[in-house]
């Protein structure tokens, strides 16, 4: 079971494109996470919103651009992308003092 | 820092055997402890855990068990399935670090029918 989708499901882009990655939940929660999962290393926190504000920023480049303007939504903007940006991206979204976070099924993104 | 350990991949067994995937952790506090599971296509879904030293997680035959002494959190499940193929984290949470959920690297298990 998952209250969180992603779209699109997966993605190509040229490196001189821009795009965007969008995340939903319909969970009532009020955290949100953008994750990076690629081949050859671990699953990688990008980003960390609670209560819509931005409290996590792990040292990710600045083509990378996270946008939460409620609670439910999600965005993540894409420019100028490297070809070692492919990956699978995945969102997820936990309630404050919970433990357990829910994922999305990831947008597996491939950068030409 | 907090970190997660397991078992390195893949790992590779026939229909009906025991599975272990062993997993540590290096914590400072009292994490909870989790098991995701992510299936081919999908995202990462939380299979068990379990809060304080001595429970047991279980979920879908599978059953891990908390070991403050030893640091551990091993998945276990008796008989696995063709269906249970799938990439397995461990993970630990300590909630007065900003509820960050610190993965390991997941193990990676193939059952042949």
């Known amino acids: 079971e998952t209250g969180v989708t992603q779209t699109p499901r997966h993605l190509v882009m040229g490196m001189t494109n821009k795009k965007s990655l969008k995340c939903e939940q319909h969970l009532g929660h009020n955290a949100m996470y953008w994750y990076k999962q690629s081949a050859k290393k671990p699953l990688e926190l990008m980003f960390v919103?609670?209560?819509?504000?931005?409290?996590e920023n792990n040292s990710v480049p600045s083509r990378f651009s996270p946008e939460c303007p409620n609670s439910s939504h999600l965005f993540l903007h894409l420019h100028t992308l490297q070809p070692e940006d492919s990956a699978l991206y995945l969102c997820a979204s936990s309630q404050r003092g919970q433990e357990t976070q829910y994922f999305g099924p990831g947008t597996r993104l491939l950068v030409l | 820092g907090d970190s997660v350990t397991q078992m390195e991949g893949p790992v590779t067994l026939s229909e009906e055997a025991f599975l272990t995937i062993n997993c540590t952790y290096t914590?400072?506090?009292?994490?909870?402890l989790f098991w995701y599971v992510q299936y081919p296509g999908e995202g990462l879904q939380l299979l068990l855990k379990a809060t304080k030293a001595d429970d047991k997680g279980s979920n879908k035959g599978f059953e891990a068990t908390y070991r403050k002494e030893t640091t551990s959190f091993h998945l276990e499940k008796g008989s696995v399935q063709v269906s249970d193929s799938a990439v397995y984290f461990c993970a630990l949470i300590t909630m007065n670090r900003d509820d960050k959920i610190i993965f390991g690297k997941g193990t990676r298990l193939h059952i042949l029918p």
């Open positions: 919103y609670s209560l819509e504000e931005r409290v």
């Open positions: 914590a400072t506090g009292y994490p909870s």
